[in-house]
Structure formats: C-alpha cells, structure tokens
C-alpha cells in the first residue's frame, strides 16, 4: 500500500528534482505490411502506424494529467525498415521515399519521434540493406521526426568493417546535406554494437523481430532526483552511497511502472519493458556529471570518473530491476555531452575529452552520445571511432554506441546550438593522427573467444 509520504515525496520529485518519464515507446511491427510494390508497402506502413498509433499521444497526456507525472516525449518504433523495404526497394530513392512515408504517419499521429530506420548488419549487408545505409543522409535531410541506426557487431557476430567504413562516410554525408541546421541529421543518426530489440530511446530505437505484433516500452528518467538523494550522504561510506542510490533508482523507475502498466491498458497493448535508464536534459540540476561529482569528484572527467560511473549504474540497475516486472532496453546511465550541462562544464573546463569519454563507455548505459566535432573531421577517422566503441561492446558484451556531429563550417572552441533536449555543444577535438589503412581493409573483425557458447 502506497502512503501519504511516499505521495509527497514523489511530488516533490516531479515538482523540484526534474523527474519524468522521458518516452512512451509504441513499437509496432510492420512485416506484414511487406509488400514487392513501393507504393503499396508505403500505403501499408502509412496505414498501420496511424491506426494502431491513433490514440497515443491522447492517453499519454491524459496519464499526465490524471497522475501528475510530466511524460516528455511519445514516441513510435518500427521494424527495421532494410528489412521492410527489402522486396519493394531498388535505388536509394525508394527508401527516401519510405522515410517520408514515417514522417507523414508520425506527424499525423503526433509524436516527437518515429525510429526504425534501420539496417542490421553486424555480420554483412544485404543489397537493400546497403541501399538503406546510402539513403540515410537524403532520408535525414528531408524528414523532421525519422531516427536511422545501424548495428554494425555484435558479441556473437564480430564487427562488419565493411559496414563501419561506410557509416564513417554516412555520417559526413548526413552533416553535409544538414549543414544549414548546424548538421542536425547526424543528431538522429546511431552507430551500434549490440543493438537491443526493445530500446524505447531515440535515435536508436527499433523493432525488433522477436516482438509481439505492438508493444508498450516505457523509458524513465531522474538524475536530478538522485543527485538530490547523494546531498543527504556527503561523506559517508560507499555502502551508505550505493543504498541511497538503489532506493532511489527503485522509486523512479516505480513511476515508469505505474506509467507502462496505466498506457498499455488503455492503448490495449502489451507492456514491454521499462528502461531504467538515468537520462539527463539541458536543465539545470538534471544532469548525470553533477552526480558524479556529487559522489566525489570535482570535475567529471577527473581521476576516478569511470569508477564512480560504473558504481552509479551498477546500483541504478540493481535498484530498478526490483522495481518492476520486466527490465530492459539500455538501463543505465546516459553521457550525452550535449544533453548535459555538466558534461559541458566538463568539456569546458578541459577535465574532458572524447578519450576519456570512451574509457567511461566501458560501464555506462549506451557509448559516445552527441559529441559535437570538427565538420572537417574525416570520415575514416568517424569510422576508426566508431570500431573503437563497437570492440567495447563486443569484447564486454554490452550494448555501446556512437552519436558523433561533424558540424560543418564550425571548429574547436566553437559551439553549436540543436535546441530542445537536444541542448547545445561545444566543439570537441578528434585525434589528428590517422587510421585509413586500418578501416580500408575491409571484411570482418571476428567475434571474441567467449562469444563461443551454444
């Protein structure tokens, strides 16, 4: 039974600390609508997503309203779309055409995001699958509300350097046909290793082909109400440190419960998963890098950083999983430095780099995540960064990602501004040194010794 105190101390959550459930994800299967004529595949994905996501942003708000709990964002995933469009698509254009086909239906529908753009191809492409990858700038370019990702390793596959050569390029292309929004496309625009069926996050969410035909995934957030937990044990020892944080993690993700539960009732889908997730905003107190330093640190990035990290989402999980009846997704802690605005101290401050930010990736929830570079940054050294993040998770068979803005006509020391909880960023370094004659080789980095089981 809830009681009168658990009530306020959750009010005071929402209403001082930055809580909310940042995504209602409705995932929605689109294989049978999988069609040999463009036209009538596009119809059959316009059709789909607008019946089955008619209702949702209406429930969303209405969860809010009644519940007193802010829900930022609705959101829809679809199967990905290199598998979709597999039998109907023959040029890159044709996939353009499928991603405006996503926005219209998102916008008829009213949600922030649709995700789903997307090729799997951890261990080799497809025809289509690789016309996909090469209509991702025009299909960015041309949309407001499509997310693309393409998973490139996987533990049990190895990483397909075929497939990272070419994201390299992608993502210069993206920033190019964007440069007049400051590159925004690369913003919508995920490079992963062992990609998650049931990540309700954009941009990388998607699908996936082991779910139900829909599906109700629900991601929560709340730096700001952990870091107001830490100030109640400054100097104490870490297992006083690690009980706050998991009784905290639990009351969050216990909203994001109530959340799921309450939207799949009424939209009549299956709950999914909820994504414990710590994902931070450009406001002020809701930032993960000042619960690291409220842990101890006097900059994120200092010596120290990538253990209080792991600590931190170590005892995030370890709270949240008890606190609902199915966990997944991504479920940890978030370092996007543009999302952030103490990582951007950070930044600012020179306590840290992409570097360091890489080493932090080894424990944290996804990988390197809206890191604004230099537009004149090569697309081999993109990929060389990308198979860095990707041997991360293969090796620890963890999800990692790269989300990496070459902001065209902008350099270090210079910042870009994306708006919303997008934040803002200022221009980070990239290594000078180059790695062409590694990402040119080509082929396959095969799977790790421990991948081996059956």
Known sequence: MINIFEVNETNKMIEQENLDVRTITLGISLLDCIDSDLDKLNEKIYNKITKKAENLVSTGEQISAEFGIPIVNKRISVTPIGLIGSAACKTTEDFVSIAKTLDRAAKTVGVNFIGGYTALVSKGMTPAEELLIRSIPKALACTDRVCSSVNVGSTKTGINMDAVKLMGEMVVETAKETKDQDSLGCAKLVVFCNAPDDNPFMAGAFHGVTEADSI?????????????????????????????????????????????????????????IVDLSLAPTPAIGDSVAEILE????????????????????????????????AVGGLSGAFIPVSEDQGMIDAVNAGALSIEKLEAMTCVCSVGLDMIAVPGDTKASTISGIIADEAAIGMVNQKTTAVRLIPVIGKGVGETVEFGGLLGYAPIMPVNPFSCDAFVERGGRIPAPIHSFKN
């Open 294 to 325: 409220e842990i101890g640190l006097e900059r994120t990035g200092a010596p120290g950083t990538t253990a209080a990290l792991a600590l931190l989402n170590d005892q995030v999980k370890k709270g949240g999983v008890m606190a609902s009846t």
């Open 216 to 272: 109700i995934n629900v991601g929560v957030s709340g730096p700001g109400v952990v870091k107001t937990a830490l100030t109640k044990v400054r100097g104490a020892d870490f297992e006083t440190l690690c009980e706050m944080i998991k009784r905290t993690a639990f009351k969050v993700t216990r909203v994001g419960q109530l959340v799921a539960r309450e939207a799949s009732r009424r939209l009549g889908v299956p709950f999914g």
